[in-house]
């Protein structure tokens, strides 16, 4: 799979790569290979790009620089969500950073910012390699499929210390390698290149162990190649077979003819056997059983070659049957869904894991495998032989490892690969000894191998115990987070927990506490001992500046506000243009408070007169005495119940409400075949659409929504769940999915979703109220007010103003309704109120600096919305989002009888990437806080600046 830059939109021309230029050094069996891209961008504006690829099992990022300044600045190691959070708010200055993240398994994007209109962006990526064993040679792989052609390709490979000459093949033809010195080398530059295919090159390997060194700070590292004999014993297959079948979406990029000559030789070797098939997708499907007779599984793989691959990927969503003798996966490893733990296999149970992807987390699976004694089989067109020996004999294995001056082993598999065991670790000693005990051929055999400080260096040995680390960590990568973290940042690694980051300014590595590269590391130390202070004062008056916003809150809510006919509007004031920002009016000297807080009234039609937020609502009143301490506020706090929020704050009786929401309809080409289909072959007909748009995150939320018209849920929410699959680890995504999988009424299936958003965007209050609005709509109501609570009491970046009071209206909301004693011992007093509403709308949205507005007029024709802020009738909008998500929210304590519409309006965006339409969700609530609750949600779309639709209305019973 080439690196493919992300353009969402194909109505502006793609970036596109100017420049390859390769370089690579081999040693031993292990390769360093460095890669340098110079992307284009052809159109009229700077944009941000995001280049999505694949390393091949066994790679390793160790390295990555971007252009700054006319040179390469190298990146430095950071937490991977902090990352993401430093990346978003430079990029929204406008100033240089680069980010390279490790999405699932071996697959990684990088983000750069600035690529100027008609500019270039220089990118360097090194990554490092163990090379694998073809009979007595090293196999050095390099892929060259970038696509299309490019104006400058230069490629140079250098072999040191290798016995004979290199041979090379593939996609460059035949190629010499010329001898200079003690090396071999290959050069090749091209002009108008179009890059394909896989370069090949096998290099004579020594018979004989070999250790290699590497000093460093933290010690001195080893790695140790032992070429064992290559022996094999035919494995006794089992008379009952589970085949765990990967059925998911992206289960249609593997390679399924190689995958079934591997299945038909493992059938033939069972002769008679019964082999229960499972389905593996955002859920199992019920279990299927066929009968292998001598061999012959037509019927089985009948079914399989018609499988239509849909759906996430729930790999860990299956349970084991005790009569099963082994267990074969056929997967990526991409699990994608849910959050359930992998099963655990009985004793002699064996896990095979057949992975014919280029896109894939081996890692996970090798460690799924090995964890039970089996193991990881690569697939392909050219291995099907090595494929169907490995799957049907067992290799050389290694039953122990042990070390005498050494410590910190890592063994890169327990199975001989090709004939090669590689062994890496840290010597304490200048000498050591390995001691090696192996299972070959039903025999035990025991072997040392020397190790000494004085071995040849290498500068790659302490990166190979890094991966090997990760390797075995990453099958309980739950468990391990903080140990995979530590080792990223150890060895200045791209992770599942670390990220790569560059930054144009010293200050922004102060700014954002991020160790900077070392030249600038003494700069560095002053400026950052004077920003400490100032943070330390940021953090103790953020819950200061929240109860006051609580605080205004309360006083709106709890004013009497006229429900009388609207007062003529006042002569109107000149209005203000503010450049190309938003049109503000001018407030006359004069204006009192209670002026601001009955505004003159704002026609539905007419265009708006904006006043400012801040004085549009009536004056606070005044704060609680100060409490000494903590523990005279949290007295009395530990069961706040409904009970007595309902005694203190009883309201009337609920007017009668009711609400019709507009169906939201796309006009896309496929939503005339989907809504003419019949229940019974609706589902085929998404399939046959699907490979036209699958790609569009809008495809499968609008099949789905007919799929839920017809009845048929259980095939909606697979649909939906394809959003998982889309664009690894995008939140965007996860949140659309997330939202709607809610709408469905499947809040056990979006709390995953929400949790894996949060672990990926902790800077984000979002991500928090998300997953505290999941946990209530699934009844775990006090893991739902904790969530809520992180959002009143973490800081945030000024682009989400006074979420903090949003978050406690739906704390408070919970807390009154649950039924249930909450403890919220844990939380101020003071921002424990309930307050009951008539009418709530909240808006949220998927696309980040974005400014989308919600709008409400009230029956006097009175508009409420980020520029109007109160109505006469006590109508009230929150703050204006204007970078992105929302909420934006609208409350209405007491509602005057009439009709409220509520429309959506997409203000604008300052994206840097080109993007598509942009997903909203819009939820109405009558009798908020309430026993009567209601609440209905719908999701929309808008595609361009100024659209606006309608969303659905409120009527108010007199």
Known sequence: MPPRLIIANGAEEP????????????????????VQMVFFNPNRRLLEGQLQFPLLDGQQIVGFSLDIEGRQRPAVPVEKAKGRQIF?????????????????????????????????????????????????????????????????FDLTLNVHGAMAAPQASGSLGAIGLVRTGEQYQMHVNESGFSASGMLNLLIPASEKPQTYTQVREDGTW?????????????????????????????????????????????????????????????????EQSFHIVNGNWSALRQILQNTAYDGASALSDWKPEADVGEYLLVSDGLSNYGNAAFPKLAAGQRLYALNSALAANASLLSAWAENTGGRLIQVSAQTTAAATQALLSDATHVEALTAAGASDLQIESHDAKNGILRIAGRLRNPEAQLTLTTRQNGRLLTATIPLSATAPAHPLAAYLWAGYRLRELEGNRDV?????????????????????IVLERLDDYVRYDV??????????????????GDLRQTRSRHMENVLQQFQRKIAWWEKDFSKDD?????????????????VRAIIPPAMTAPELASPAPVSAVAAPVIAPPAAAEPPPTPAPAPVTSRQRFSEGAANYSAKSVASSDAAPAMPEISVALQKWSANAPYIDRLKA????????????????????????????????EKGQRDLALRVLSNLAEMDLENRAVLRILGYRLLQAGAPQLAIPVFEKVRQLAEEEPQSFRDLGLAYAANQQYQLAIDQLYEVVQRPWDARFPEIETIALAELNQIVATAGVALDTSRMDPRFLKSMPLDLRVVMTWDADN????????????????????????????????????????????????????????????????????????????TAFGTPQQKEQMVTLRLKDRQDTVFVGEFDVAP
């Open 88 to 152: 978003e708010a430079i990029e929204r200055r406008r100033v240089d950073p680069g980010l390279l993240e490790a999405t699932q398994g071996n697959n990684f994007k990088l983000r750069i910012y600035p690529i100027p209109a008609g500019g270039t962006r220089t990118v360097e990526i090194r990554y490092v390699e163990s090379l694998a064993r073809q009979g007595k040679n090293w196999q050095y792989r390099l892929p060259l499929a970038y696509g299309d052609r490019m104006r400058d």
């Open 677 to 708: 289909a019949s229940a019974d072959t609706v589902y085929a007909i998404y399939l046959d659409e699907k490979p036209s748009y699958a790609n569009s995150s809008a495809f499968f939320l609008d099949a789905a929504d007919v799929l839920l």
């Open 222 to 286: 080893f790695v140790t190649e032992i070429p064992v004999a290559e022996t094999r014993t035919a494995r006794s297959l089992p008379k009952v077979i589970g085949l765990l079948w990967d059925s998911s979406g992206s289960g249609a990029a593997r390679d399924h003819d190689a995958e079934f000559t591997i299945l038909d030789r493992y059938f033939k070797a069972a002769g008679n056997a019964e082999v229960r098939l499972t389905r593996l997708r955002d859920r199992p499907e019920p």
């Open 850 to 925: 974005s400014d989308m507005d919600l709008w409400v007029t009230d029956p006097n024709g009175e508009k409420c919305f980020y520029g109007y802020p109160l109505t006469h009738q006590g109508g009230r909008m929150s703050r204006d989002f204007t970078q992105g998500y929302g909420p934006e929210e609208f409350s209405l304590r007491k509602a005057k009888p009439g009709k409220y519409k509520i429309e959506a309006n997409y203000f604008g965006n300052s994206q840097q990437l080109i993007a598509g339409d942009t997903t909203l969700q819009v939820k109405l609530t």
């Open 566 to 582: 609207m007062p003529k509007p006042k002569k109107p004031t000149p209005d203000a243009l503010s450049g190309a920002g938003r």
């Open 15 to 34: 970036i596109a790569l100017q420049s390859l230029h390769v370089s690579g050094e081999i040693s031993g069996g292990m390769a360093q290979t460095t």
């Open 515 to 532: 160790a900077p590269p070392q030249e600038y590391q003494a700069a560095f130390n002053q400026l950052k001992k004077l920003r400490d």
């Open 480 to 500: 391990h987070r903080a140990e995979i973290r530590r080792i990223g940042q150890q060895f200045g690694l791209a992770t599942r927990e670390t990220s790569l």
